[in-house]
Structures are given as C-alpha cells and as structure tokens.
C-alpha cells in the first residue's frame, strides 16, 4: 500500500470514528494480526499461467489461514489486480462487483485496418453492449447487456493496437475484442489482458506480489516484524472508501451481528447523502465494518426521527460477540 493511500484510507476512517471513539474495538489499521487476517484485504497482482482459484489456495497456505475467496475471476493467461479478502471479509466481495473495472489488453487484428475504420468501430462499442458470455465461462451462456464506460486506443504498432476498457463488472475483454474484429470483418484475438482497477481499488495505488506476501509473513512468523505483512495485508474497510457509511453506537454492535435492523436510536452518525433504497456499510464508532445494509429511510429522515428502522442488513461481517452484548431477549 502506498504511505499516500494509506493516509487517506486512515484519515477517512479517523472521520467515521472521530466525534466519539466508543469504548471498544480497534481501529482498523490497528489491529491485532490475527484480527486484521480474519478481516484481510490483498489486492493481489495475479501471475500469468495460474487460475485464480490456484493463486488464492497459494495465499491461503502462505498466512495459514482456512478462508480466503477472490473478488472477479482473472483466466490463468491475465495478469493484474485480484482483490483476495480473508476470513470473514471474505463477506463483502460481492460489494466489488458493484464499481467498474479497468484492464489493459492487447488486440492483434487479422488485417489491417485504417485507423480511421478502427476509431469508428471502437466508438459503436461504448455504452451498453449485448454480450453472450464464451463457452469457457463460469456464468450462464445467455444473452446480456453490459456496460462499456471508457474505450480508448493507447498506442499502435501495425496490427497490435493496445486499448484501455473500463468497463461493468462482468463484461468478458476477450468476447469484446473478438466482436470488435466482427464488426471491422478482418477478425481481431485478444492476445494478452492486465486488470489494473476493481471498483476503488487501482494498481497505481498499491499491489502486492505473492513473493512480497511470503517474505512478510516469514518475517513476521518467524522474528515478530509486523511493519511489512501491515502493508500488504490491508483492513478489508480500505476497499469500502467509496461508500456510504453510517456509524452504530457501541450499544447496537451486538445486536446487528445477531442479526438485528439498525433502529434510529441506535444511529451515532450517517452520511447526510443517503437516501431510501441506498447500499450502505454500517461502521462501528471506530471505523471497524459491521454490515452491509440498505436505508430503509433517508438520513434527513432518520435525524428527524426518534424511534423506527433505519436500516435493514443485507449481509453481517461482524462476527458475533465481538462487542458486548447490550441487547435483552424476551422471555
């Protein structure tokens, strides 16, 4: 991790938790390691030749840890970024298939083509795309439109022309580049693909290569040195920046990993920006994630509010018993 992402992701944290620090917990990027393993985030730079399934069984052997899972499935030639979550992080993958994703891919055409014919195809290629997954897919072979938000030709050499997409989670570069070829009718085969952006996270700031994950677990096994697994083991919260948050009272933890609504009473803050229907990750007032929940009122009604729901759970991260129990049970 950069020292400079590293100090916004602290800094954004420090905001979450700063009117009130409550009485328990840890913040994030000061975790105990083996808590901050049990809510892992490795934006890991995947070597060409594994499968993604291969690399994430190599993570899991090198910290010793028994769940490790990837977000966005890289084929064995790819190389680039492989969010691996471990433990219970592992819960909030399917929060980076809500943002873009970028890759670099290299596109050899069959014949030449002008670059005049080649810009005009590209152009018909941004936007909402159909695409009918390939028949080595892990998804259902049915007809789906995709979106295709920036596609742009880097640089060209001949009939090797690398393009930049950025792109809806689940689009397939390989089919693109190959129904590109269609359109232009002289054929096009995606030669080599690099992912550099999932969601928020992005190459530029930070990614960890499986040697550097070894030497920093050795060092940390073997002579106690935390510094370095610290910055290639980042809190699973880093990979949440983008979202909206709301802040739990210490009083309420509990009873949401038991799987309990946020009620209003149980609000310490909120991100004035939400509104019904609206994602959102519930914080601890040290900036620890407890849950992915949607509002179920907008936060101008929740701070006019008393009494009521707030926010229903869609997913709990926290494991229960983490914050003491403040909750009754009926009898």
Not at 253 to 259: K, Q, S
Request: proline share 5%.
């Amino acid at each position: 991790m950069s020292s400079d992402l590293r100090d916004k992701i602290i800094s954004r944290l420090k905001v979450i938790g700063e009117e009130s620090e409550g009485e328990y917990g840890y913040y994030p990027d000061k975790r105990p390691i083996d808590v901050l393993l049990d809510y892992g985030l490795i934006p890991l730079d995947k070597p060409a030749g594994q499968t993604s399934h291969q690399v994430v069984a190599w993570v899991k052997r090198i910290l010793g840890v028994k769940k490790a899972g990837h977000s966005g499935t890289l084929d064995p030639p790819a190389t680039g970024l492989l969010p691996i979550a471990t433990g219970e992080a592992t819960k909030l993958l399917g929060v980076f298939l809500l943002g873009p994703k970028e890759y670099y891919a290299i596109m050899r055409l069959h014949s030449p083509v002008p670059d005049e014919h080649l810009n005009g195809v590209i152009n018909e290629f941004r936007g909402p795309i159909y695409q009918r997954p390939p028949l080595r897919s892990s998804v259902k072979r049915q007809r789906r439109i995709r979106h295709i938000y920036e596609l742009e030709v880097v640089e060209r050499k001949g009939n090797l022309v690398l393009l930049r997409v950025l792109c809806q989670a689940g689009t397939y570069v390989r089919k693109l580049i190959y129904d590109m070829g269609e359109v232009l009718g002289v054929g096009a085969t995606m030669v080599e693909l690099r992912r550099t952006r999932v969601c928020d996270l992005r190459e530029e700031n930070g990614i960890v290569r499986l040697h550097e994950l070894a030497y920093a677990t050795k060092l940390y096994k073997e002579k106690g040195e935390e510094e370095l697994l610290r910055k290639v083991v980042w809190p699973i919260e880093a990979g949440l920046i983008g979202m909206k948050a709301v802040v739990a009272k210490d009083s309420a933890v509990d009873a949401i990993c038991h799987g309990a609504y946020l009620a209003v009473p149980g609000v310490a803050r909120i991100d004035p920006t939400i509104k019904r229907g609206d994602l959102t990750i519930i914080y601890t007032q040290k900036a620890e994630v407890v849950a992915i929940a949607e509002a179920v009122k907008s936060a101008e009604e929740i701070e006019d509010s008393i009494k009521g729901i707030a926010f229903n759970l869609k997913r709990v991260i926290m494991k229960p018993g983490t914050y003491p129990k403040a909750w009754k049970t009926k009898k």
